[in-house]
Every structure is written in C-alpha cells, then in structure tokens.
RNA sequence: GGGCUUGUAGCUCAGGUGGUUAGAGCGCUACACUGAUAAUGUAGAGGUCCGUGGUUCGAGUCCACGCAGGCCCA
C-alpha cells in the first residue's frame, strides 16, 4: 500500500470525489447517527427563501455555520440539523404580481385567491434545486431530505398554536399603527412601495410655526414648526430635546404685534429673527415695523421643559387622554423648525410612540358605528366635529379635477391661527414629500388598525435574557440588538395580503365576541357548532389548506350564537421563522422529545441584517412565551461585498457567481478564504484573487509537504505499523514541532470553542507554512532522503505523519473536502485511525507532557540568530553554500547561553557557519548600549520621564558597567536624585568592532567573514556538489543510481579543493569515484563563479 | 436624522492593560537555492496608523468633535 501520490492537484475534482465518498457511504448521517446518545448540540437554520438563486455570501453564511457544527460532532457531540425553507410573504407575492402582470388589487378580481396562491406554491420553491446543489457543493451539512417547510400544514398549525398561547395570555391585541396610507387609493402602503423611485418629490406646502400658550403665564409660548399645519388639532404635545439648550426671547408677533415671550431652541434663533434688529431696543418697537427687536430673557435645558402645560392650540375635540404637556423626543434635532415638535399621535409614528411612552393621550372622535377614529376620514376629509373646515380635504390634491378650493386647509389654518395671535410665522416651504405610486397624490400618515403581540410588556425580560445571549461580535448584542430592545414597541403582526399564514381569530360582527383558534382539532369543533347553528353547511375535511382563501370561508358562531368571521389579516412572516423552534418539529402535536432535546439552541448564525428580523423573532416567541432564550450562541456575520467595497447586486453586475467560484477554485479554498481573511462579523471584501492565493500558498504548502512526505514514505516502505519512537528518541526539531503541534491543538480548540473560526484557520495556516513547511520540513529534508530506514528516519517520518493527520483533523471544519482527502490519503497506508471519515474522528486532544515552551523559545532563537546571519551574508554578497568559520554571540544570560547552545547544529547548518562562540564582558570586545525601560521609569517617574532618558541615553560605557555591577546609579534629574537598578534599562549590545554586525532587540550577532583557503575549497566543493546533483537530474537519473565522475585537471586551487574534499563529494552524488583527469575532451563545462570545470559524468 | 460598525504599507489583515525601530502575507525589486522543483528561501523598498483638537512625561492605542465607507432603522 502507497501513499497516494499526486501531479498537479485539482482542488475541484477533490471535492467531487470526496462529495461522492460522503454520499456512497453516507458519511453525514453517520456523523449523527454515530454520536446517538451522546450529549446533543442543538444549531438552528434561518430557513432562506427559495424563490430567488444563492448568491456568493450564501456560502459565506453557510460555511461559518457548517464549521461549527462539524466542530461539536469532532467533539462528542451529537449534532441534528434540519434544513428548512422560507415559503412565505411579501417578496414571493411581488414576484407572482410582476409575473402575472397584476397588481394588488387584481388579486380576487382577474385572478381569483384560490389561483393566486397556487401559483405563489409554486414559484416559491422555483430555484429549490439550485439551493440544494449548492448546500452539496460548498459541503455545507444539514438535513435536505427532511426540511421544515413553512406553508405546510402541520407547520401553520404550530404556529396557530403559538399564536394561541399568545392570545390567552393577553399578548395579542388589536390597535393601530400610523402608517403610509393613500386615500386616494384607500390603501395603506408598504415601505417596499415607499421605496420605489419617484414617490419622494418636491412640493411646496405651507408651513406654520404655532405659538402654544403655556398654561398660567401671561403672552409666554412655546413654537413649534409643522409642514403638515392640518394636523395641528390633532396636537397633544410638545417634544424636546433632553439635552437641547432651549431659550426664552421676549420680542412681538409680526401678525399682530402684540407683546411675546417666545420659547425656542437656542441655535433656531438665527433663523426666526432678523440680526440686523439685535441692536433695536424693545421699547422702541412700533406695531407694523418690519424690524422687530427681540431680546432672550432666559435659558433652559430641554429636561427642564419636560412636563410644562400649555394650553390646546385649536380646541375643536377633547383629547382621550392626558394631553397638552411638554414630553422628551430622542429624535428631535435642531437642524430645521424651533426644536420643538408638534406631536399629533394620529398622523405621525414618532409621534405615536413618544406620545405613548410619555402617557400622552390623541385626538379622537366616534364614527357612525361607534369606533374610534382621527379626525380625517379615510377619503381624507376633516370630519363633522371640525367646525368650519368640516368636509374639507386636508391636502388639494384629493379634491377632483376643478373642485379644489382656492385656499387650500394649510392655507386657512394658517390664516385663522394668525388671527387668532396664534402663529408665529407662515411660509411656503419646499420638500421632500411621498407620494403614492399609482394616484400620484400625497401619502398620509394615517391610523390603521392591526394585530400586535404585546412585546413591550415582557421588554424588561426580553433585555435581561438577552444578556446571557452569547453574541459573536458583543457589540451587536449590546449595541443594535440591545438598543432594539430597549426601545421596544408592539410587534405588528398584520399584514394585508395573500400568501401567508391567516391569522386564526374570528370576531363577531359587532366586535363584541371573539375566538383565537390553536389546533385544528379545535377549528373543526368550532365548525361543528356552526353547523349546527346552520351557518355553515358541512364541517372541513382532514385536505383542509389553512391558507387564504379556505379560511375565509370559514364561519364560525359565538357563545350568544352570532355569526363570526376571520380577521383577514395575514400575520408577518417573521413569526413564521421566529417560530421554527417549535414548528419545524409540529410542537407540540409530535416529537417532543425531539425538542425538549433541541431546545434552546446551542448555536445560529446569520448575517447582522437579520438583528431585528429573525434573531428578534426567536428571542420574542422564546422569551414570551417559554420564558427562555431560543439560543445561546449567535455569530451575526457581515455583508460579502464586492472587491472594491461595493454592495453585490445582480443589477449592477459585480455578483460572484457561487457556482462558478466552487467550480473553479474549490469549495475548500473558498471556504479557507472567506473565514481567514477577516472575522465573519466584519464585511467581507470577496476577492477572487484572495481565494486563489489561499489556495496557491495554504492548500498548495499543505499539498507540498504531503507529497514530500509521500514521495520518501513510499520509497521506503514507511506504514507506522510498529509503534511511536519515544520522544527521547527524536531529535530536537522532532521535539520542537510536536510541542507546537500541541499548543497549536490547544488554541484551536480554544478558538472554535470561543466561536472565533478566523483565529483557528490562522492559527492552522500559520502553523502549516511558518513551522511546518519553511522551518521543519526544509531543515530536515536530508533525514528523508539519505541513508537507510533507520530510527532517525522512521521519527522523522512519524513526526511528519503525526503533524500532517492532526492539520487534517483540525482543518476539517473549515476545509471539509481536502482535509478528508488528506486524512483518507495519509490513513488509507497507516491504518491508525479506525474512522472513515475525518469528520467522525474524534477532535486531538492536546498532550501537555509534549508542550516545552523552553524549546520553542529555543527554537525561536536559532531562527533569529539564522536570519540575522542571512542578513549579514547577503550584506557582504557570500552566498551560504560558502562555508564560514564562525559567529560570535554576546550572552545576555545564563538562558540564552543554554537555549542557544541546544540548537547549536541547527543553526550551524541552516546557515552553513562552522562555530558559534559566545562572548561575554570580560572578553573586552563588545560595546554595550543602554536604553531607558520607559514602561517601568515611566509609570514611577511620570513627568520626569524626558529628563531621565535624555541621561541615560548619554551614559558612557563606564557608567553602564557601574550600574551593571553594583545593581545601582544614582543620577540627578532636576535636583532630585533618582536610584537607577538594571530593572530600569535595557542593555544591549550595538556592535563589535571589526566585526560584521547584525541585531534585533537584544539579540546581536557578529559574522566572521575572513575566508580561508580551506573554506574557500570547501565552497568550491559544495559548488561542485551541486553542479553535479544538476547534472544527474538533467542525465534522468534515479536518486539511488550511482555514477562516476572525471573532472578535467583545473587550477591548482580548485584541484586542491577536490583532493580534499573528495569523500564529501562522492558521499553527496552517490559517486563510486571522483578522478581528476589531464584532459576530458567530451565533458560539460560547469561555471562556477569565476572558475570553469570540464566535468563528465557516467553512470 | 438615530443606533451599530469599519478606517494601519499598492492590496488583505495583526497590533491585551498607553511606553520610544508600528508588524505579517500578497504584490513589487534584488539575490540565493535547484533531490519539495508548475516548488523553496533571504533581503530591500514601501506608513501624515482617516482628520482636528484634548488628556499625558509619552497616543495607532484613551476622550471629544468631525470626515469617509457599510448595515439597520427613521
């Protein structure tokens, strides 16, 4: 049995290979089923939506979840993990319209529900296939065969259970939201439709900034500025800014110039009086001038505002609540109006939500049927309460063509305001303003009734869990998630559509009875007793769709014996995935073992754009209804953008095809990419050429270091089939890579246990090139090739062996393929491992007995000591192949002298230098230098600190050897005398002279560049060596062959190298003989350097 | 407009608790090696650490205010 052995590895064809392993041999369901028993590790998938293809940042989000999941099955861990699909709402919706050529408002007329869902069915898994090929070929495991599927029955009817639970614990309710609402259409809209382009336009609107008299102070008011003056009767309050400086101005209104103290935001003044009257006195003023003076005559901070009264500023209906107060706004800002804001808890969400959390009541009045609404009717006229405006729209651009009055509401109220010494100024002002798609005409903001699950009610809860809420990067938890929660409000559930799950209450006709529905053992009860009632003809069968339009046909009978109907909302889709938890297992109709074992979950990744979207949803469900939350940890990764920083987009044309990339460079290396190159949470700028240097310098290192191990191993028969060489058999780079393959088990596992996947792959990366390949493996690479099978040889191989299994086991969450091929490749001859698959291994456990951190450190020192040597060779132009006699090393102490001297040989013959000398303070040649320890002086001395370095910087080589005997200088700095202790500076040694001299820190080297004539053979010798090895190769010749060699007679130095170092020669070329011979007339003529050699070589 | 986040070499990224030569890889330049060879090694050049203020004896690091990119929300 061999050792695999490969010419020119195809990373892609790996993958393909190993995928079919895995499917032949049904490795992933092994991977679970073989941990049966075992403690479980519970990952939850954000199910995607099939409707559209993957795109590159799929992988992305895939791979960080893949990982850890393979990384707790390494562990013992037993590891479920259903896929799921995203079936419903609004993107599908939009999808079929656009298809279909219909609008909205089609939906039931050119097409009837029953039809239009049907073919949302079926688009919604439309690209079902591509996802699943792609889940294959980038390796990400997870269950395709058994996914939960979000419009299946058995999966609503969780979710109608849930919503059940809700409602019987008073967490669900109807109220209304301000949302965009076109009365022209008489339909609310949706922020997608808000976002088209072209809503936003610029219009002309007047404005009005109100004075609203303060409650038991003479001519004192508070002004605030509105663009939309119809909605000043609807005011309740005022809001300011907490932290906003706030002034009182004494000066006179423009319209009927009475006396006024007005109250306004201290950087608005600008803006409302005219500089050029700031010299004009008060008592001055004279009704009608144009320059008015004004004067601030107090000053306070918004805080201190918060709770002042004023009175109503247009009393045409009663509040409903407390009203007319001054209340705090995070949102207001004084970069426009008087930073004070007109709050009209009807017309305006800010508004609602502060008015709400200040206990603000709104303006309100009864319809025909009793219900409580604003004081614009849904065709956006004022209603009959508004006195003379009554009946009026409140923008023209509702009125039909020709019947807009010539003075428009804003105009009139305007007018009447500043009759009424109630405004402080009216203009015509331009904005941005929405306006509705499909009637051109402006948006309202408007009062819409929908469900909402209470969420603000359990907010102290849902902010306490979340602090045990593991979250990958913290910020996000405390920040955007935190933050989210803090500001919490109600959860709207309604939506008004089609495709989606019905929301399961049933009202009667006058709203006085209702019935929330959880199971469909329950509806059908229900159904019976509207039978019975005579309601309803037949009872629903078992094939009962629980969508739209099946539902709504549904009537059921109240307790009095009324007749009820479905609320004919949809709920929002994220309650659809927030609820997978429970309904991907139809709990709690089935499985409850299932999810009592799956509960919360350990672990969910998702990108951070889901923050208020699906890690909101499963927090909210778990927190409300189970008290608990639904997962531990969560690494919320970032956005993959293109090379250049710029958001992906098919439009645009700078999406990565996922396929193309896998099909190209491999799963592996794109995976290896992605993770390494920066943490998942940062935004990832995908380039291509990224992948291919991981691929280039990783995976081809890796593969490298393989083959060389592959290529000796088969020559000599290696199969680790005879037991460990004890580690005092190995050699000391033997040693040295096994302590850090061990520290390198240790910190990767330290790495993915803390979910920090970049850290592991560098980690494994750094480790595989640095000391494996450039250090390990180069210094070694003669134990392989020469000689016999010996002791030394078979450690050399297992020491490889061991470092090459173990990087497959640690590499296999992140490059699942290759690492597979490199496990079934290196354990296909050995056997040891009785797995099939690296990923049913067992994760290494690191061997403490094996870590010998002095050894590293050691080792550390003689690739110091190399470089800085193969610096100053290069310095002086003397390649290493020229033998030199010998470097001097000062000893900094008695450790440095002893670490050195164990790598002795190995720096020796990395750098090709014949001795290492130490030298010390007695031997008179070094020149010391001293520099201050700041860390230390500094935190004692503080200010001092310049005064004290400047002296020691100026210590003569005397002084040092003072303070390095007696331990002891006392120096004077501006009249204080400090004691100075070898603690506080930092000796080295700059430079030997007469020496070639090299340093780093503290560590000095000085090279002996004298050559000898016997080093200059030497050299000529290795050169020969070398030329020769060239010419074997180029003659074919096998490693073993042997061969003879003629030299034709040269000068008498390079003939004396020869003669003196024939044994060496021959030993190294495999040569029976080396003869040098008067005359070769067919040889090869060698140059090397300035001498030329006519050499022959027969096998 | 708000919250969060990023800004260090041409590119991608490291840089506990502030401490005096700011690092790595790629790329570039030069050299070496040639029995790991469609490999490999070494060295060099390359930085206003986004800007401006501040704290400090000392700031890439701490604070404030900005600028630019990104996400989410208004």
């Avoid at 003689?862 to 100053?872: C, E, G, M, R, T």
């Avoid at 290492?916 to 935190?939: A, H, M, T, Y």
């Amino acid at each position: 049995m061999k050792y695999k052995e490969y010419k020119g590895l195809n990373y892609a064809e790996v993958a393909d290979n190993i995928l079919k392993y895995w499917q032949d041999n049904k490795i992933f369901e092994k991977s679970v089923d073989s941990r049966e028993g075992n403690e479980t590790f519970t990952f939850y998938e954000g199910p995607p939506s099939a409707n559209g293809t993957p795109g590159i940042h799929h992988v992305m989000a895939r791979a960080v979840k893949d990982i850890f999941c393979r990384y707790k099955t390494l562990k013992g861990f037993q590891v479920k993990r259903k896929g799921g699909w995203d079936t419903h709402g609004l993107p599908v919706e939009l999808q079929v319209e656009k298809e279909l050529g219909i609008t909205k408002e089609d939906i039931g007329k050119k097409i009837s529900v029953e039809e239009y869902n049907q073919k949302c069915r079926e688009t919604v898994m439309r690209f079902k296939n591509e996802w699943d090929d792609l889940t294959r070929k980038m390796g990400y495991w997870v269950d395709l065969d058994d996914p939960y599927v979000t419009f299946n029955k058995d999966y609503m009817e969780t979710l109608w259970y849930l919503l059940k639970q809700l409602y019987d614990k008073g967490l669900l309710y109807k109220g209304y939201t301000i949302q965009p609402f076109s009365p022209a259409a008489g339909t609310g809209l949706s922020s997608h439709e808000l976002n088209q382009p072209g809503t936003y336009r610029d219009v002309k609107d007047t404005t009005v900034t109100a004075q609203f008299k303060i409650k038991g102070e003479e001519n004192t008011y508070l002004l605030a500025w509105t663009t939309t003056p119809w909605t000043l009767p609807a005011n309740t309050a005022l809001a300011v800014g907490e932290n906003i400086n706030y002034v009182k101005v004494k000066t006179f209104n423009p319209y009927t110039f009475d006396e006024a103290y007005v109250i306004l935001a201290k950087d608005r003044v600008a803006a409302y009086f005219n500089n050029k009257a700031a010299d004009l006195k008060l008592e001055d003023y004279n009704a009608g001038d144009k320059l008015i003076p004004y004067e601030i005559v107090a000053e306070y901070k918004g805080k201190d505002l918060v709770g002042q009264e004023y009175e109503q500023l247009l009393p045409y209906v009663e509040p409903d609540g407390p009203a007319f107060k001054v209340i705090p706004g995070d949102y207001v800002t004084t970069a426009d109006g008087t930073g004070i804001v007109h709050i009209s808890p009807t017309f305006g969400a800010d508004d609602q939500r502060v008015a709400k959390q200040a206990g603000i009541g709104a303006i309100l009045v009864k319809d025909e049927e009793g219900n409580l609404g604003p004081i614009v009717d849904r065709q956006g006229r004022y209603v009959k309460e508004m006195g003379e405006f009554a009946g009026m729209y409140v923008k023209n651009e509702y009125y039909a063509d020709g019947e807009a009055p010539e003075k428009s509401l804003d105009v009139l109220i305007g007018i009447k305001l500043k009759e009424e010494n109630k405004a402080f100024n009216v203009v015509k002002y331009e904005h941005s303003y929405p306006h509705c798609w499909r009637t051109d005409k402006p948006v309202l903001y408007y009062p819409l009734d929908s469900w909402f699950i209470k969420t603000t009610a359990m907010k102290d809860k849902l902010v306490e869990l979340n602090k045990t809420i593991n979250w990958k990067p913290a910020s996000t938890g405390s920040g955007r998630f935190g933050n989210w929660l803090e500001n919490l409000v109600d959860w709207n559930l309604s939506r008004s559509r089609f495709w989606g799950t019905p929301l399961p209450i049933w009202v009667s006709d006058d709203r006085s009875e209702e019935k929330c529905i959880g199971t469909i053992e329950e509806l059908k009860a229900e159904v019976e007793k509207s039978v019975a009632a005579g309601f309803m003809t037949e009872n629903i069968g078992d094939d009962l769709d629980l969508h739209r339009p099946y539902v709504d046909d549904i009537i059921l009978v109240s307790d009095s014996g009324q007749k009820m109907f479905r609320e004919p909302d949809l709920i929002d889709v994220w309650f659809d995935s927030g609820a997978m938890p429970y309904a991907q297992w139809h709990y709690p109709f089935e499985n409850k073992e299932i999810f009592d074992a799956n509960y919360p979950a350990d672990f969910i990744a998702e990108g951070v754009d889901q923050t208020r979207g699906w890690f909101f949803t499963l927090h909210a469900i778990a927190v409300m209804l189970y008290g608990k939350v639904a997962f531990k940890n969560v690494i919320a990764n970032g956005l993959v953008l293109d090379k250049n920083g710029n958001k992906m987009s098919k439009r645009l044309g700078n999406a990565v095809d996922p396929f193309k990339t896998l099909a190209e460079h491999g799963p592996d290396a794109t995976r290896w990419y992605m993770i390494s190159n920066a943490n998942p949470w940062d935004n990832l700028k995908f380039n291509i050429d990224g992948v291919v240097e991981v691929q280039r310098r990783f995976f081809g290192t890796l593969q490298n270091t393989y083959s060389f191990f592959a290529l000796y191993a088969n020559l000599d028969g290696f199969d680790f089939k005879d037991g460990e060489v004890n580690a005092s058999d190995r050699t000391e780079s033997d040693r040295w890579v096994l302590s850090k393959l061990n520290s390198l088990i240790k910190k990767v596992d330290e790495a993915y246990n803390e979910y920090e996947p970049t850290r592991a792959a560098r980690l494994i990366q750094d480790f595989t090139i640095d000391d494996l390949s450039n250090w390990y493996v180069r210094l070694n690479r003669k134990r392989f090739w020469r000689g016999e099978f010996n002791a030394d040889k078979k450690a050399a191989y297992q020491t490889l062996y061991t470092c090459l299994l173990t990087i497959a086991k640690l590499g296999s969450p992140v490059a699942p393929f290759y690492m597979e091929q490199l496990y079934q490749d290196l354990n296909a001859v050995t056997g040891l491992d009785v797995a099939e698959s690296v990923h049913l291994t067992d994760f290494p456990v690191a061997d403490d007995s094996i870590i010998d951190i002095d050894l590293e450190q050691r080792m550390d020192l003689a690739q110091n000591v190399s470089s800085l040597v193969h610096s100053l060779r290069k310095k002086h132009k003397i390649k290493v192949r020229q033998p030199l006699s010998k470097i001097l090393l000062p000893v900094i102490n008695d450790t440095f002298k002893r670490q050195v001297s164990a790598v002795e040989e190995l720096i020796l013959s990395e750098v090709n230098i014949k001795a290492i000398e130490f030298v010390d303070d007695e031997s008179g040649v070094l020149v010391k230098r001293v520099k201050p320890n700041f860390s230390k002086l500094g935190k004692e001395h503080g200010k001092k600190m310049k005064a004290i370095a400047a002296q020691i910087n100026q210590f003569k080589p005397e002084d040092i050897v003072a303070l390095e005997s007696d331990n002891n200088k006392v120096i004077d700095v501006e009249g204080e005398e400090i004691a100075l202790t070898l603690e506080d500076v930092e000796i080295t040694y700059q430079d030997i002279p007469g020496w070639s001299v090299a340093s780093e820190g503290r560590l000095t080297v000085a090279l002996d560049i004298t050559i000898s004539d016997e080093l200059k053979k030497e050299g000529i010798a290795r050169d020969l060596v070398n030329r020769v090895q060239n010419l074997r190769k180029d003659m074919g010749l096998e490693v073993q062959d042997k061969i003879k060699i003629n030299i034709e007679k040269n000068t008498d130095l390079v003939n004396a190298a020869l003669e003196a170092n024939r044994e060496y020669i021959c030993n190294e070329t495999q040569a029976l003989s080396l003869d040098i011979i008067e005359s070769l007339s067919d040889g090869s003529e060698l140059e090397m350097d300035e001498h030329k050699l006519k050499v022959k070589i027969e096998a």
